[in-house]
């Protein structure tokens, strides 16, 4: 079965600074996707980003990017000049074929943004 | 604009009462999703449904049913509520095909069984 994994649980950044979170993956398929959510306070799951496994360039949304090696089944996710809105919930997703087409979500990070 | 929507924000329900958290989808949706989300767990797929009265089981089926006679509304229906059921639900729907489709989820619906 896949998993994802975040070793993150809280991460802290100054506002306009860049700050990255973590995941990791398991999974024995070549054809999927990752996905990163954000979760406000308000509770409503956002989709930031998402990314193809065979795609090889990096997705890029404005001021959040990934990289994403396949090799090493990593897919962090890097927030450029960071903003109070983004203070979240942030959980990384897989989904493929292979696992029935469901979203495996990792146990999220907890992102606070310092003025 | 897409909306999920599920009708209970907030709920406090005692053990052994049968307890329905109702999701309603308004983009005519094929596929939709009960999750459960608890701290340092993520969330974890109830059940799914793949079209009217379709269901499939999830990771953690167990203590939980579900109701899809419409598809623009999929029911989860905790049969005797336990103390270990208190969790934030969320629903969530997307268009059949693959899994690069997007996923929209609802607000979420808080569970506190007393």
């Known amino acids: 079965a896949q998993t994802v994994t975040q070793s993150q649980p809280e991460m802290s950044v100054q506002e306009a600074e860049t700050v990255t979170l973590s995941c990791t993956y398991d999974t024995s398929e070549s054809d999927y996707y990752l996905f990163w959510y954000k979760q406000p306070p308000s509770r409503q799951m956002i989709l930031v980003i998402r990314q193809e496994a065979y795609k090889q360039q990096n997705a890029t949304e404005n001021r959040f990017s990934v990289n994403f090696q396949k090799a090493a089944k990593s897919f962090s996710l890097k927030i450029s000049d960071s903003q109070l809105g983004d203070a979240a919930m942030y959980f990384c997703a897989y989904r493929s074929w292979g696992a029935g087409n469901m979203l495996t979500f990792g146990g999220g990070t907890r992102l606070m943004v310092k003025p | 604009d897409v909306k999920v929507t599920q009708s209970s924000r907030y709920l406090v329900k005692r053990t052994g009462e049968k307890v329905f958290l109702e999701c309603v989808q308004d983009?005519?949706?094929?596929?939709m999703f009960w999750y459960r989300q608890d701290p340092g767990l993520g969330l974890r797929l109830i059940y799914f449904?793949?079209?009217?009265?379709?269901?499939e089981k999830g990771d953690i089926p167990e203590g939980y049913s579900v109701s899809r006679e419409k598809k623009e509304r999929f029911s989860l229906i905790l049969e005797s509520a336990s103390t270990n059921q208190t969790s934030m639900y969320l629903c969530?729907?997307?268009?059949?095909?693959?899994?690069?489709?997007?996923?929209?989820f609802g607000e979420g619906s808080w569970l506190t069984v007393v």
């Open positions: 983009m005519d949706h094929e596929n």
């Open positions: 969530a729907s997307s268009l059949p095909g693959g899994p690069g489709n997007t996923i929209y």
């Open positions: 449904s793949y079209d009217v009265k379709m269901k």
